[in-house]
């Protein structure tokens, strides 16, 4: 224990013998700033002619230039980190768009096969709704004089991608080439 104790007031002795660094004025950190942004690591020779025009000792301009280097690594981080941030949430956005699109598109597609599956009575009557003008036989017209009706199609279960898309969008032109 008195060992200890005897170690530990050597220890304040020593410390009270060191200079105290003091605070770099403004003239010096400018001086500092401009030569770190010229060169990030300094040579021995360079260190030593900085600390004499700086009045430094040579060690404490080590430091800090080892505490300035570690400052701009952290802003490198952060601001990568930040670009990270900014590029996820355009990435969640377009995802949320494009889940409600698919959304539409499946919702469009059980149209679809409900009127494929549920025959030429009820596909002619949502064909009917769909185009929005229809005759007294329950053939319906498109603009470009196309009659969409599932008897129309010369089979009652099968009715061609083309003349679907045709009756439901109400135009007389595919828009891609089905086969």
Same mark, same amino acid.
């Given at each position: 224990?008195?060992?200890?104790?005897?170690?530990?007031?050597?220890?304040?002795?020593?410390?009270?013998?060191?200079?105290?660094?003091? +605070?770099?004025?403004?003239? #010096?950190?400018?001086?500092?700033?401009?030569?770190?942004?010229?060169?990030?690591?300094?040579?021995?020779? &360079?260190? !030593?002619?900085? *600390?004499?025009?700086?009045?430094?000792?040579? +060690?404490?301009?080590?430091?800090?230039? #080892?505490?300035?280097?570690?400052?701009?690594?952290?802003?490198?981080?952060?601001?990568?980190?930040?670009?990270?941030?900014?590029?996820?949430?355009?990435? /969640?956005?377009?995802?949320?768009?494009?889940?409600?699109?698919?959304? /539409?598109?499946?919702?469009?597609?059980?149209?679809?096969?409900? /009127? !494929?599956?549920?025959?030429?009575? *009820?596909?002619?009557? !949502?064909?009917?709704?769909?185009?929005?003008?229809?005759?007294?036989?329950?053939?319906?017209?498109? #603009?470009?004089? /196309?009659?969409?009706?599932? +008897?129309? *199609?010369?089979? &009652? =279960? !099968?009715?061609?991608? =083309?003349?679907?898309?045709?009756?439901?969008?109400?135009?007389?032109?595919?828009?891609?080439?089905?086969?």
């Amino acid at each position: 224990m008195n060992y200890h104790l005897q170690n530990q007031s050597q220890s304040h002795e020593n410390h009270a013998l060191k200079p105290r660094k003091k +605070r770099l004025d403004g003239d #010096q950190h400018r001086l500092l700033e401009t030569s770190f942004n010229a060169n990030q690591k300094l040579k021995a020779e &360079d260190k !030593i002619k900085l *600390a004499r025009q700086l009045g430094l000792p040579p +060690r404490q301009v080590e430091i800090w230039y #080892q505490n300035r280097r570690a400052r701009n690594k952290n802003n490198v981080v952060e601001h990568g980190y930040r670009n990270v941030q900014l590029e996820l949430g355009n990435v /969640m956005a377009e995802n949320i768009r494009l889940e409600k699109h698919v959304s /539409m598109l499946q919702h469009e597609l059980n149209n679809v096969q409900q /009127m !494929i599956l549920f025959g030429s009575t *009820a596909s002619a009557s !949502i064909l009917d709704s769909v185009s929005g003008s229809s005759n007294e036989q329950g053939n319906s017209t498109s #603009q470009g004089n /196309m009659i969409c009706n599932w +008897r129309d *199609a010369g089979n &009652d =279960e !099968i009715f061609r991608e =083309e003349e679907l898309y045709t009756c439901l969008t109400g135009s007389g032109n595919p828009l891609w080439p089905l086969s």
